[in-house]
């Protein structure tokens, strides 16, 4: 932990407009957004390659009429026209993605379709996770049946798979997510809203992209979250705060001194935000940008929180500054943070389990012969 070099206090009004009031999507791109901070970030190489695809008004339609159409089924259909633009934003994508070596993570602008991997029965995800459980009993019965009653284990191997299933070879793929996806949807409807609003006050209206990253495979064990507010480091935690992995405990003095003299160089150097909550990754022995949010209450505080009058809150306001990651294993990560698709799946290989041993017991007794 730093020592807190001292911050003036923010009366609670002040507090309640920095991190309380309610914040659009559409004021998020106006001062968030990848546009704002990445090309100062790519030029230092202190983030990863990306390729931004702009989207006309009507590519927006198309993109919510495929959400639509994909939540409510053959009841909603698309237009030719919008059809050939969901076409045409997969060519591009193709070509994006070829650019970036064969395999990118695809986002728009705002957030990224993670939703829908994580909270619905992705098939690139449920397969992973089928190969890595029938792989681990054919080779280790034991350790299969360790695994199957371990939550923390569970919990990584949920996450790894959504972070592989969120890796798109093809335009097909990403448009797949991206048309599967309410955070999209909801994004792509807000900015639909201002450009009405703006036809008819003349106001400039914000703009959606859709985004092509590098695909570089960093594990999720080196992700963080730092918090800065009023240009001053406050905060910092692992970002998948719901795993334990032991060697960022053991890792975690270290860490914290370098991720926080990363951050600094950052905001010395290229990062103008007078208050911000910065997503980095530590690969290979440095640290890049994964993005930037805004510090807010609607950004996530893992290991912290944004309740009002609360210590956690205090910590991230003023600090002192420390590196906060899970100490041990949470019982309850799974009921908590595991989408109920995939905590069935594992119950589902319990059942199997339980049932191929009381066979095994059954043959075993009706196998068994007595002497009369």
């Not at 927006?60 to 059809?83: P, V």
């Not at 990224?112 to 792989?135: F, G, N």
């Not at 730092?226 to 705060?241: E, N, P, W």
């Not at 940008?289 to 510090?295: A, G, H, Q, S, T």
Request: net charge negative; aromatic share 8%; with cysteine.
């Amino acid at each position: 932990m730093q020592e807190d070099s001292g911050t003036e206090q923010l009366s609670l009004e002040e507090e309640q407009k920095l991190v309380g009031a309610w914040i659009a999507p559409d004021d998020i791109i106006r001062e968030y957004d990848m546009t704002h901070w990445y090309q100062k970030l790519a030029d230092a190489n202190e983030t990863f390659r990306s390729i931004f695809i702009p989207l006309e008004t009507d590519d927006l339609r198309a993109l919510d009429k495929a959400n639509s159409a994909n939540y409510r089924g053959s009841s909603i259909r698309l237009t030719e026209d919008q059809t050939a633009r969901l076409k045409s934003l997969e060519t591009r994508l193709d070509e994006a993605i070829a650019s970036l070596g064969g395999q990118a993570f695809v986002k728009l602008n705002t957030r990224s379709p993670k939703d829908a991997v994580v909270e619905r029965k992705h098939p690139r995800m449920a397969a992973r996770i089928t190969q890595h459980l029938d792989d681990l009993q054919a080779t280790d019965p034991a350790a299969y049946q360790s695994f199957l009653v371990d939550g923390n284990k569970q919990m990584i191997l949920v996450l790894e798979s959504a972070s592989e299933a969120m890796r798109s070879k093809t335009g097909a793929e990403a448009l797949e997510l991206l048309t599967n996806s309410s955070r999209v949807q909801t994004d792509v409807k807000a900015v639909l809203r201002s450009i009405q609003d703006a036809s008819e006050s003349n106001e400039e209206t914000p703009k959606l992209y859709l985004i092509a990253r590098e695909w570089v495979p960093a594990p999720l064990s080196g992700e963080y979250r730092v918090f800065v507010c009023r240009r001053k480091i406050t905060a910092a935690a692992q970002y998948f705060h719901m795993c334990y992995w032991p060697h960022l405990v053991q890792e975690r003095e270290k860490n914290e001194a370098l991720i926080r003299q990363y951050v600094q160089k950052m905001l010395d150097e290229h990062v103008k935000y007078e208050n911000c909550v910065i997503d980095v990754a530590l690969h290979n022995g440095r640290c890049y940008v994964i993005e930037i949010n805004p510090f807010h209450f609607s950004t996530g505080a893992p290991l912290y929180g944004w309740k009002q009058g609360s210590e956690e809150r205090k910590r991230l306001l003023y600090g002192p500054y420390e590196l906060r990651v899970c100490e041990a294993a949470m019982a309850d990560a799974k009921d908590r943070f595991m989408a109920t698709v995939w905590s069935k799946m594992f119950a589902e290989r319990v059942e199997m389990l339980q049932v191929d041993e009381e066979d095994e017991s059954s043959s075993a007794s009706s196998g068994s012969c007595t002497i009369c």
